[in-house]
């Protein structure tokens, strides 16, 4: 049975209808043009297929090749010792006075002092240069080694005891300071300078000790006259 033209209009105005009440109120209909863009077009949909950020694969952690590395004699204190060391440090300050009373003329040096060492002083060649000698107190492995850890199989420990176990004690450092001009051997006044240092006690609390940080050395300038009156200085 064929529909007349009227009946075909009435049907596609029907199915129309009916997709404009499936798009909803606040969208176009499917397949129609946007008053302000394009014209929609529904997309299929696709499962995703990207992985959760906790089974997402971690990169593999590769040690170096022993070869690649540098030698364990490097890490010895032989190999240590050998190695360059770049340094401006300056531990000593050299200062000239005249005694009024006397009118003789002193030099007066400063040197700085290591809390863990052992430290002297003495004049050689002559009286143009002063040796300050200075020896590590501690050569133990215990004196370095986490309180907290001092097991041998914990690896940082294990590195302290590997590296001072051949350490007799008998290492000493050199400083050596060109005077301007020569002095006698033996000073003439020698000090020590303190000075107040906070630290932490073993509660945590903050406290206040006093230390030595320096020591002043004052040498007569050789070649005057003996016998003058120094002066109270």
Not at 5 to 31: F, H
Request: net charge negative.
């Amino acid at each position: 049975m064929r529909l007349g033209l009227g009946a075909t209009v009435q049907k596609l105005n029907a199915e129309e209808e009916r997709e404009n009440a499936l798009s909803g109120p606040d969208y176009p209909p499917i397949g129609s043009v946007h008053p302000s863009g394009p014209r929609i077009t529904p997309k299929p949909f696709k499962p995703s297929t990207s992985q959760p950020h906790s089974a997402a694969k971690r990169a593999k952690l590769v040690s170096p090749s022993e070869s690649s590395l540098s030698p364990a004699s490097n890490y010895t204190k032989d190999g240590v010792r050998a190695s360059q060391v770049d340094s401006n440090l300056q531990l000593h300050e050299i200062m000239r006075f005249e005694d009024r009373q006397s009118g003789q003329h002193y030099i007066q040096v400063y040197i700085r002092l290591f809390t863990d060492m052992n430290c002297s002083c003495k004049i050689i060649s002559d009286g143009c240069q002063l040796l300050y000698m200075i020896r590590p107190k501690y050569v133990d492995a215990g004196a370095y080694v986490d309180p907290e850890h001092p097991e041998i199989t914990y690896q940082p420990t294990a590195a302290f005891v590997n590296y001072f176990h051949t350490d007799t004690g008998a290492e000493q450092f050199r400083y050596l300071i060109n005077l301007p001009d020569a002095v006698d051997y033996n000073p003439v006044k020698s000090r020590f300078v303190y000075r107040l240092i906070s630290v932490d006690d073993v509660n945590g609390k903050e406290v206040e000790i006093e230390q030595k940080v320096g020591r002043v050395l004052v040498y007569a300038i050789s070649g005057q006259q003996d016998g003058c009156m120094m002066g109270d200085w």
